[in-house]
Every structure is written in C-alpha cells, then in structure tokens.
C-alpha cells in the first residue's frame, strides 16, 4: 500500500513563488514516474510536470520557464517549484505516482490572486 502526502500550496500574489512537495510511502514502491497535474474550476484536470526515474522531464507548455520539477529517488519525493505565478494557474494540484498502477493524492490548493 503506497501513501501520497502532499504539502506546501496556499495562497499567493501574481509574481510569487510557491513550492509543491510530494512523499511517498509504503512497501514494495517501484516508482516510475512522478508528478503533478492540475484541475481549475470548471476544467479538466490536466498536466502540469511529471519526471521519470531516469530523470526524464516533461512539462505544460503553460508553465515552462516558471515551473521546475525535482525529485530524490532515494526518498520517493517530488518537488514542484513555482515562480512567477498568474492567477490562471490557481486550480488543486494533485501529486502523481505512477508504478505498476496510478496513484493520487488528496490534492492542495493554489490560489494566486491579489
């Protein structure tokens, strides 16, 4: 049984920073790729960054120069550092485990409005 707890997520002015954790816990883990997707209101949830164990990165055009990613293979964590934040990015963002099957978290919330 593989846990997800999520921290960080708040509330923020456009230009802030905010940063996005995400540890994994349990037995047997063989995690593959990790991540965060995002759902604004009213919309589809929806890709924001994910990372393979290799490394491989693969972000939404949407965040591309703001975002970076980062994970520690060691720890089963992924980070998501956000920069320059406008409020068409507040929405829930949902961290992302992929082993042999799909796990989310519970979600946080990132409002970025003045």
């Known amino acids: 049984q593989v846990q997800l707890v999520e921290s960080g997520g708040g509330l923020v002015q456009p230009g802030g920073s905010l940063r996005l954790s995400c540890a994994a816990s349990g037995s047997n883990l063989d995690i593959r790729t990790m991540g965060w997707y995002r759902q604004a209101p009213g919309k589809e949830r929806e890709l924001a960054a994910t990372?393979?164990?290799?490394?491989?990165?693969n972000y939404a055009d949407s965040v591309k120069g703001r975002f970076t990613i980062s994970r520690d293979n060691a720890k089963n964590t992924v980070n998501l550092q956000m920069n320059s934040l406008k409020p068409e990015d507040t929405a829930v963002y949902y961290c992302?485990?992929?082993?042999?099957?799909?796990?989310w978290g519970q979600g946080t919330l990132v409002t970025v409005s003045s």
């Open positions: 992302y485990v992929r082993t042999y099957y799909i796990l």
């Open positions: 990372i393979t164990d290799g490394g491989r990165i």
